[in-house]
Nanobody, 124 residues
Framework: VQVVESGGGLVQAGGSLRLSCTASGNIFSISGMGWYRQAPGKQRELVAGITRGGSTNYADSVKGRFTISRDNAKNTVYLQMNTLKPEDTAIYYC???????????????????WGQGTQVTVSS
């Protein structure tokens, strides 16, 4: 399963960015999708997650500013980031959890895949 992120970049404080992440490959179903971030010298942390049914959770630091959503038909998750702050600067990673499809077109083993990351830089 391949996971590819896009949408990062440089933005001024107060601005907005929208990240996208698409999973592809031998996918039977996707359960959880989420965004994590890692700033220099810090541990990777969960930013937001969403279940197949649409339940969401957010880090306290982004509540009210970031919105996660997904398109199940496209195996894609989005992160709309508004009112960005310099402390949001980090590499953002997409994580996808699900099961693969077997040659018999049935449910196979679980997978837990990560994207390569996309840089988000917020200038003050």
């Amino acid at each position: 399963v391949q996971v590819v992120e896009s949408g990062g970049g440089l933005v001024q404080a107060g601005g907005s960015l929208r990240l996208s992440c698409t999973a592809s490959g031998n996918i039977f179903s996707i359960s959880g999708m989420g965004w994590y971030r890692q700033a220099p010298g810090k541990q990777r942390e969960l930013v937001a997650g969403i279940t197949r049914g649409g339940s969401t959770n957010y880090a306290d630091s982004v509540k009210g500013r970031f919105t996660i959503s997904r398109d199940n038909a496209k195996n894609t998750v989005y992160l709309q980031m508004n009112t960005l702050k310099p402390e949001d600067t980090a590499i953002y990673y997409c994580n996808v959890i699900g099961t693969v499809i077997t040659t018999a077109f049935s449910r196979g083993p679980a997978f837990d895949s990560w994207g390569q990351g996309t840089q988000v830089t917020v200038s003050s």
